[in-house]
């Protein structure tokens, strides 16, 4: 039996949402730049770095890992 891929899946859009912010604004916020924003924003990376991850934590005032990203099965 074929094991499942599993996927890391950046809850980005719906916490922006919410907010009610575009992308340039959460870059111009955070200091990240608009690249990283928008690959997240996709789902277009495979590596996640940890400052970049505690910078929109931050921002979002997330408690835990979990309400940025989740595992997808």
Same mark, same amino acid.
């Given at each position: 039996?074929? *094991?499942?891929?599993?996927?890391?899946?950046? *809850?980005? =859009?719906?916490?922006?949402?919410?907010?009610?912010?575009?992308?340039?604004?959460?870059? *111009?916020?955070?200091?990240?730049? =608009?690249?990283?924003?928008?690959?997240?924003?996709?789902?277009?990376?495979?590596? @996640?770095?940890?400052?970049?991850?505690?910078?929109?934590?931050?921002? @979002?005032?997330?408690?835990?890992?979990?309400?940025?990203?989740?595992?997808? @099965?």
């Amino acid at each position: 039996m074929p *094991k499942k891929e599993l996927s890391l899946i950046c *809850k980005l =859009p719906e916490l922006m949402q919410e907010k009610g912010i575009s992308q340039k604004r959460l870059a *111009k916020e955070t200091g990240l730049s =608009p690249t990283t924003i928008s690959k997240l924003y996709r789902n277009h990376t495979d590596r @996640f770095d940890q400052r970049t991850l505690l910078v929109l934590c931050e921002y @979002f005032g997330c408690k835990s890992l979990s309400e940025l990203m989740e595992i997808e @099965f």
